[in-house]
């Protein structure tokens, strides 16, 4: 038998700020969530927090 498809699926979070561009990795439920994340998170480039934006 198949396994169905788990809910968690691993998205990247993107800032791009004028120093450059900055990644991060983590894990959304995509029932309770269906729309693109969007998280301040702190970014080492601009050393400050940042919207990061859900990528594909």
Request: aromatic residues 8%; proline residues 4%; hydrophobic residues 25%.
């Amino acid at each position: 038998m198949a396994k169905s498809k788990g809910a968690r699926i691993v998205v990247t979070l993107e800032c791009r700020s004028a120093e450059g561009v900055y990644r991060y990795t983590t894990t959304k439920n995509r029932r309770n969530n269906p729309n693109k994340m969007e998280l301040k998170k702190y970014c080492p480039l601009s050393k400050k927090h940042e919207v990061f934006k859900e990528i594909k």
